[in-house]
């Protein structure tokens, strides 16, 4: 049974930093893209950042535009592990944050998404 379980999530004053960590436990072949996704109240999910697997030349990474310079999103293959940077946190950015990661098992690839982890950000 593979799962994804995200923590680090907190409540912060704006302009602070929080690190939120995901981590896949279970059996499988390999952890591909990895991505966090968040989701305001009210509000759709929304794609947050992807990065790589990192198999070609390094990681590539992906940022909505409403986050790009504050936040850093990371992977340690070694630790099956996601990290996302938050720093310069805004009001705008609360929302619960969720870990997405497709997972390939046996031949298939097939996606995963954990519980999430609440970001509250006062001003």
């Known amino acids: 049974q593979v799962q994804l379980v995200e923590s680090g999530g907190g409540s912060v004053q704006a302009g602070e930093s929080l690190r939120l960590s995901c981590a896949v436990s279970?059996?499988?072949?390999?952890?591909?893209?990895m991505s966090w996704y968040r989701q305001a109240p009210g509000k759709q999910r929304e794609l947050v950042a992807s990065?790589?697997?990192?198999?070609?030349?390094?990681?590539?990474?992906y940022y909505t535009e409403a986050v790009k310079g504050r936040y850093t999103i990371a992977r340690d293959n070694g630790k099956n592990t996601m990290y996302l940077q938050m720093n310069s946190l805004k009001p705008e950015d609360t929302a619960d944050y969720y870990c997405?990661?497709?997972?390939?098992?046996?031949?298939?690839?097939?996606?995963?998404w954990g519980k999430g982890t609440l970001v509250t950000v006062s001003s």
């Open positions: 990065i790589s697997d990192g198999s070609r030349s390094g990681d590539s990474t």
């Open positions: 997405h990661a497709n997972i390939e098992i046996l031949r298939n690839r097939v996606d995963y």
């Open positions: 279970g059996i499988f072949f390999r952890v591909n893209v």
